[in-house]
């Protein structure tokens, strides 16, 4: 299988806590990027990091890549309840428009 | 940003029967649109690439007659899964992707998805 994998699989952190999963996938790619997904719901883009990029910033979000790893990984600083939710990321296959994504982190942020 | 709906958000339905389900991108064209299938607390698997007025290329392992996809314009696709049996419940989502300066745009938006529950 070409999907990525995410660690860890479930994260339990208190509100204000950093939050970091990671993301190692197994084919060449175009750029990675990273989605949420609240329960039952579609999947929100967060941040995309092409593959000649090294790290990313948009608000509470640090995303690094490191392609001779073949791994990314995502940092929510300061977390909140709000931020409860799966967080997958998904890499662009080179040559094609697919996406393949992770195994997913499901992150839970208490009060 | 773009906006991708899904229609129905949640359909019963009894074994046997087919169920079609539409993805529509409400403000910007798509000539390429995605569908997933994601059983729960799992990623993401990716089951076909719609393509407008042309066949849609479909994933290993992936049955073309049992789930049957239709792009017929550059705002619709639709995915027709058919003589649906309980195996066939799940959640399905499907994107797209903007065309501009002349290549499809990395970012894809996601419709809210639809679940599946065939009885």
């Known amino acids: 299988s070409q999907q990525g994998e995410e660690d860890p699989q479930a994260l339990s952190i208190q509100e204000g806590e950093n939050a970091t999963m990671n993301c190692s996938y197994k084919?060449?790619?175009?750029?990675l990027q990273w989605y949420r997904q609240n329960s039952g719901r579609g999947l929100v883009h967060l941040i995309l990091?092409?593959?000649?990029?090294r790290e990313k910033h948009s608000g509470r979000l640090r995303v690094t890549l490191d392609t001779s790893k073949k791994s990314s990984s995502l940092l929510i600083t300061a977390s909140r309840a709000a931020d409860t939710a799966s967080y997958f990321c998904?890499?662009?296959?080179?040559?094609?428009?697919?996406?393949?994504f992770g195994t997913g982190t499901r992150l839970k942020v208490l009060a | 940003g773009a906006v991708v709906s899904q229609h129905p958000s949640r359909v019963i339905c009894k074994s046997g029967t087919s169920v079609k389900i539409e993805c529509r991108s409400l403000d910007f064209q798509a000539t390429t649109m995605f569908w997933y299938r994601q059983f729960p607390k799992q990623s993401l698997m990716l089951m076909a690439t719609s393509n407008e007025g042309s066949k849609a290329t479909y994933e290993q392992g992936v049955e073309k007659d049992k789930f049957l996809i239709n792009h017929a314009s550059l705002t619709l696709s639709t995915l027709t899964v058919t003589s649906a049996h309980p195996e066939d419940s799940s959640f399905y989502i499907c994107?797209?992707?903007?065309w501009g300066a002349g290549r499809l745009q990395e970012t894809q938006y996601f419709g809210p998805g639809t679940r599946l529950l065939v009885l």
């Open positions: 998904a890499t662009a296959i080179s040559g094609t428009y697919k996406y393949i």
């Open positions: 990091i092409r593959s000649n990029e």
């Open positions: 994107s797209a992707s903007e």
């Open positions: 084919t060449s790619i175009n750029n």
